[in-house]
């Protein structure tokens, strides 16, 4: 569960060092880089902890598809709450396709 909750908050920060700038397209490009820089360093902060922690319980293609679920819902809640962006049927199918994915990873066989 730690490792979970670790990377969720690693992903609320990566999101908002990769996409929060789009709000302030009139921000000069080297500003934003290095805000998002400054942003980046304490999504790393989560997420090299919650990488060394869960690698004692997952593999890392399972550690690599669980943070990528949580990356689609963190993202998407983001689109929607922050950038005022719907996700689309297209993206609710990509994106379970995806979940789909991790049946297949995570299946013992």
Not at 72 to 78: G, I, K, N
């Amino acid at each position: 569960m730690r490792t979970i909750a670790l990377l969720t908050i690693s992903n609320i920060f990566m999101t908002f060092a990769w996409y929060g700038h789009l709000k302030y397209r009139d921000v000069p490009l080297v500003r934003v880089i290095v805000i998002s820089w400054m942003i980046a360093f304490l999504e790393y902060c989560f997420q090299v902890p919650a990488n060394r922690i869960g690698s004692y319980e997952f593999s890392a293609a399972q550690l690599k598809t669980i943070q990528e679920v949580i990356t689609l819902v963190v993202f998407s809640v983001f689109s929607v709450f922050y950038l005022k962006q719907p996700v689309r049927w297209n993206h609710v199918l990509g994106f379970a396709m995806i979940v789909g994915a991790v049946g297949v990873i995570f299946k013992q066989w």
